[in-house]
């Protein structure tokens, strides 16, 4: 198989306001467009004072994540989004190809670490670029037409 989609359900996922700074939870701040990774979080830049903290699986260490992102100097509002999206990990020989089909982003030219809103097939979503794949971040009420997009746009890689 040269196309692999895994769903990582229940992931801990906070939208977090900051006044300025320069890190959270010991993990440096992601430029725009970028996310950087740390302490068992990524840092997406949503905005230019906004960020998403993509946490592990969901657990009782969830509130302990709320509550020390709470604590920062820096941060104005914490926000548990946890229910809004699904995350799905795309990897593969030719994960990017199946993305080209509905993405107008360049994913040749997007080094790992990108992290961008845009739409694929119509549908918003966020995209990260990983090492070795990409993390997709789809909202909840249209994750049935995400994942049969998916599945129809991968089918002439699967093997």
């Known amino acids: 198989m040269t196309v692999d989609a895994v769903h990582e359900p229940f992931r801990t996922q906070f939208t977090v306001r900051v006044r300025e700074g320069h890190s959270l939870l010991g993990v ?8 950087t990774s740390g302490n068992g979080v990524d840092i997406l830049w949503m905005g230019p004072d906004e960020y998403l903290v993509l946490g592990p699986a969901l657990s009782r260490e969830s509130a302990d994540l709320e509550r ?5 100097s820096a941060v104005l509002a914490v926000v548990d989004v946890s229910a809004q999206r ?3 990990r795309l990897s593969g020989a030719h994960a990017a190809d199946v993305l080209a089909h509905g993405c107008s982003i360049d994913l040749a030219g997007s080094p790992p670490g ?6 694929l097939a119509r549908t918003g979503i966020v995209l990260m670029v990983r090492e070795d794949g990409f993390t997709i971040l789809v909202r909840q009420s249209f994750t049935d037409y995400f994942t049969a997009w998916l599945a129809d746009a991968s089918l002439e890689y699967v093997s």
């Open 28 to 35: 440096d701040l992601a430029a725009p467009c970028r996310y």
């Open 68 to 72: 020390a992102l709470s604590r920062e």
């Open 86 to 88: 699904n995350v799905v």
């Open 114 to 119: 990108t992290c961008v809103q845009t739409l």
